[in-house]
């Protein structure tokens, strides 16, 4: 099941179970949507893997199933996280 992990990990901005704006890879790594796409090019600076838009849990599962409340914040190196991107871009296996 997922976190659903309260804040982005590089810039710290909340993102709340309502929140359109969350992103995260496969490793539940959770970043706000500009970070994800416009600053790390959906390629997630600690495992490689793509982002996904995350959904939001109803009103009534986050009720049984509460959020996670436990903040993540680890901004990333950006030279290194841009050589990531250019690395796993330049070899996807992803053909269009």
Do not use: Q, W
């Not at 509460?66 to 680890?74: G, P």
Request: a positive charge; one cysteine or more; charged letters at 30%.
């Amino acid at each position: 099941m997922l976190e659903i992990r309260p804040n982005c990990e590089h810039c710290n901005k909340d993102l709340p179970n309502t929140s359109k704006g969350a992103m995260i890879c496969s490793f539940e790594c959770t970043y706000c949507k500009t970070c994800a796409l416009d600053i790390f090019k959906n390629v997630c600076p600690s495992c490689a893997g793509n982002f996904e838009k995350r959904p939001i849990r109803s009103s009534k599962m986050i009720e049984i199933y509460l959020a996670s409340e436990k903040r993540i914040f680890k901004p990333k190196d950006l030279e290194s996280a841009k050589i990531t991107s250019e690395k796993t871009k330049n070899s996807s296996s992803e053909k269009s």
